[in-house]
């Protein structure tokens, strides 16, 4: 039987989206005859998946790395000084945001917050490789190595692996590009030349869209560059505990990261607003349910438009309660960016709302139209997006889909959603995994 080694540093069981692609990938890949190893970060102190905690059992053996005590403290206390410097005053008595003026300290505090942020990357990056290093590790014995940024550590072990032992075949995954748009100046060769620098050895460079292969920035690469989305696993849903039945209000639902506020939520609490306004929807029957660790921004977002007393905090919680919030909800909420820098962005939240099978409000934030998000929601039938890049004819249709989904509710007590269940289909993993099968036996 041939062996898989896979880099992922997020990884099963830790709640986060970005381990849900290569663990899945690897559990199918076991289902398929492989045996599989990982290489991934010691998951002690963090919140679990309980969901993909039932998939360890696909693997063979899973070595966890842990990053020094000395270096954690260092990070914990840079992301402390960041989140300090975002927080913002709130009356909750009176539900009010108590928002500053924009001024040349505002805009030093930014930059610095940038600056807090990429060395939080940086140091913790370049520690976690040292780590790996210690191992020692034999690697005569692999076939096949998966390596899937981010993080950024994963090619780097990629690249040494691959040095040591040349005889591997190895696919250099990119769930996300590598360069993004609030890089630092003086980061930003680092960010642009990173595959160019880590990953022309692998044999196949992989990533979920076309936009983020083009954003690689990698020069005379004599490997190929192969398309393979994300996916769901249906399998998931037999795992969650919870009634569907749904909560009395119209209610949409955000679950995960907003990314330091760059996902953009304003475009559907104006819509909501106005909607209010015109007194075609009732406030009092409309809650918004968000699940996560970003609740200060989507606190910022709502405040512009008086709807912070819609929101519902129920924090950061594992995948399992995040997809049952989900499943109780009528419409999800997505939100993401489509710029010249970061083209053709598909969210992994994108496929997990497909799985649930609800409707999809999608949200796009960035200057360039024409979005893969928005493509893929259309093609597939599951709701409406709204591009910031056609703001003014989206936004039309984006309170058109909202009222027509709230009038549904009031009538029927159910949402109105009629999929393309087949093109629906096409990203679930255990189908994707074969596109994977096929680098490696290419």
């Known amino acids: 039987m041939h062996k898989v080694l896979i880099v992922s540093r997020i990884f099963a069981p830790k709640n986060s989206i970005g381990a849900i692609r290569p663990t899945k990938f690897g559990k199918y890949l076991t289902r398929n005859g492989y045996i599989v190893d990982v290489i991934a970060e010691d998951q002690k102190g963090n919140l679990n998946d309980s969901i993909l905690n039932e998939d360890l059992d696909s693997f063979n053996k899973i070595i966890r790395l842990t990053n020094s005590k000395f270096?954690?403290?260092?990070?914990?206390?840079?992301?402390k000084i960041h989140k300090l410097l975002k927080k913002k005053k709130i009356d909750e008595s009176k539900k009010i945001y108590v928002r500053g003026s924009v001024n040349k300290l505002s805009k030093l505090k930014n930059h610095f917050k940038k600056f807090l942020k990429y060395t939080i990357i940086l140091v913790n990056e370049y520690n976690y490789y040292r780590e790996f290093k210690k191992l020692n590790m034999d690697f005569k014995d692999y076939q096949y190595m998966f390596s899937t940024y981010s993080t950024l550590t994963n090619h780097m072990i990629g690249k040494y692996i691959k040095r040591k032992a040349p005889h591997i075949k190895w696919v250099a995954d990119f769930r996300d590009p590598v360069y993004q748009n609030d890089v630092p100046k003086y980061l930003e060769k680092y960010f642009k030349k990173f595959a160019n620098n880590y990953c022309k050895k692998a044999e196949y460079i992989t990533s979920v869209s076309e936009g983020c292969l083009e954003n690689l920035f990698i020069e005379n690469y004599k490997g190929k560059k192969v398309l393979i989305y994300n996916g769901f696993d249906n399998e998931d849903l037999v795992r969650i505990e919870g009634s569907k039945q749904k909560v009395g209000k119209f209610s949409?639902?955000?679950?995960?990261?907003?990314?330091?506020?760059?996902?953009?939520?304003?475009?559907?609490?104006?819509?909501?607003?106005?909607?209010?306004?015109?007194?075609?929807?009732?406030?009092?029957?409309?809650?918004?349910?968000?699940?996560?660790?970003?609740?200060?921004?989507?606190?910022?977002?709502?405040?512009?438009?008086?709807?912070?007393?819609?929101?519902?905090?129920?924090?950061?919680?594992?995948?399992?309660?995040?997809?049952?919030?989900?499943?109780?909800?009528?419409?999800?909420?997505?939100?993401?960016?489509?710029?010249?820098?970061e083209k053709g962005v598909i969210t992994g939240k994108l496929l997990e709302y497909m799985m649930i099978k609800k409707p999809v409000v999608g949200l796009v934030s960035g200057e360039v139209p024409n979005s893969k998000i928005k493509d893929i929601i259309n093609e597939c039938n599951i709701g409406v997006t709204?591009?910031?890049?056609?703001?003014?004819?989206?936004?039309?249709?984006?309170?058109?889909?909202?009222?027509?989904?709230?009038?549904?509710?009031?009538?029927?007590?159910?949402?109105?959603f009629k999929p393309d269940l087949s093109k629906i289909e096409r990203f679930e993993y255990k189908h994707l995994t074969q596109d994977l099968i096929r680098l490696f036996r290419g």
């Open 386 to 416: 709204y591009e910031n890049a056609n703001a003014n004819k989206d936004f039309y249709k984006l309170k058109k889909y909202i009222l027509f989904q709230y009038n549904n509710y009031k009538e029927n007590a159910e949402v109105d």
């Open 252 to 341: 949409l639902a955000y679950t995960g990261q907003l990314y330091w506020g760059q996902r953009d939520i304003t475009p559907l609490f104006k819509a909501l607003f106005e909607l209010i306004e015109e007194k075609l929807i009732d406030k009092n029957e409309v809650i918004f349910n968000y699940a996560g660790k970003d609740f200060i921004y989507l606190l910022d977002m709502a405040s512009k438009y008086g709807l912070t007393n819609i929101l519902n905090n129920f924090k950061e919680v594992n995948r399992s309660k995040s997809i049952e919030i989900q499943m109780k909800s009528h419409m999800l909420v997505l939100a993401s960016w489509n710029t010249k820098t």
């Open 71 to 79: 270096y954690n403290k260092i990070n914990d206390n840079i992301y």
